[in-house]
């Protein structure tokens, strides 16, 4: 009877044992599994700034970018995966936004509307507006700001390309005046003054703004291009595109009265590129840089 009992007991701590095994191997891995996947597989994102869809793809995220806007154009894939909501000043709606089912929305400060701004805050998606500042820290701080919100420690590399990119511009002999027209046709034409992206991008790049005396963007007229009298006349490609070439920015009226119209100095560029402030900031300005350096010869 004694070894009956002892054999019961032996067999008991045995099975103990066993059980205690399997929890050990299963219960914990499965649940920070499980947290992984919650935490970043399951992000349907809603990017509505061309800075910030470049820092989501640049940390690995774009396969999880369901929708953007007009000015998130980098990388080129996320148009054929994402569904252009159009522009955020005057063509996105909350309820094309939500169609989307969501689960974070990011946006700038720059960019929103009240009434946009106001709409997302109530519809209980999460979501971030960062505040977003035309300067190479500024840019540096949105890259933080971005990764954060989706969990990563790991984004300096970003931060560093910015510097380091910046590092490609050469002084110039003197600084041109650039005048920045954003053109959407003959009709629609307006003219950078300052503050403005393009206005901090012209400075990086070494060059200065011919409009001073106003800031944003206005109507371009004949009488602000005479007085600005820029050397360089500098627009987005699809600006150019938009008046069928150089020809046509040259037909504007008031251009041929210009150092830029009478030597025919035309600087193209990609908008995003250009205007966009995100992790190609110093790409920007090193290529601005290079095409006003080649100008000035």
């Known amino acids: ?23 050990e191997k299963t219960t914990e891995p499965t649940t920070n599994a499980t947290d992984t996947v919650v935490k970043i597989e ?23 970018i369901v929708g953007v806007d007009v000015t998130s154009t980098y990388p080129e894939s996320v148009k054929k995966t994402a569904k252009d909501l159009g522009h955020v ?5 909350i309820e094309a936004i939500m169609a989307l089912q969501p689960t974070l929305i990011l946006a700038t400060d720059k960019d929103l509307t009240p009434d946009l701004s106001a709409k997302i805050k109530a519809s209980g998606v999460k979501y971030e507006i960062i505040k977003q500042e035309f300067t190479p820290e500024g840019t540096k701080k949105l890259i933080a700001d971005v990764a954060g919100v989706l969990g990563h ?30 053109a959407r046709g003959a009709n629609m034409l307006m003219v950078s003054g300052t503050g403005t992206p393009v206005d901090q991008v012209i400075a990086l790049a070494g060059g200065k703004n011919a409009i001073t005396e106003f800031a944003d ?5 004949p009488e602000a291009l005479i007085k600005g009298n820029p050397d360089v006349i500098l627009m987005f490609d699809s ?26 100095k035309i600087i193209t560029m990609d908008g995003g590129l250009l205007s966009g402030f995100g992790p190609r900031l110093g790409e920007a300005a090193a290529q601005l840089n290079s095409k006003l350096a080649a100008d000035a010869k």
Not at 49 to 56: P, Q, S
Not at 153 to 181: E, R
Not at 217 to 221: A, Y
């Open 1 to 23: 009877m004694k070894r009956l009992h002892t054999l019961l007991a032996l067999t008991l701590v045995m099975l103990a044992t066993v059980s205690c095994k399997k929890e």
């Open 42 to 64: 399951t992000f349907k994102i809603v990017s509505l700034n061309g800075a910030v869809t470049e820092v989501v793809a640049a940390l690995g995220h774009e396969a999880q």
């Open 89 to 93: 000043a005057h063509g996105v709606s």
């Open 153 to 182: 420690k790991d984004f300096k590399a970003l931060q560093d390309k910015v510097d380091a990119d910046l590092k490609a511009v050469k002084p110039l002999a003197s600084a041109p005046k650039v005048l920045f027209i954003y």
């Open 217 to 221: 963007f206005k109507p371009l007229t």
């Open 239 to 264: 600006g150019v595109e938009s008046l069928k070439g150089d020809a046509g920015v040259l037909k504007i009226p008031g251009v041929d009265k210009t150092n830029a119209g009478k030597n025919k």
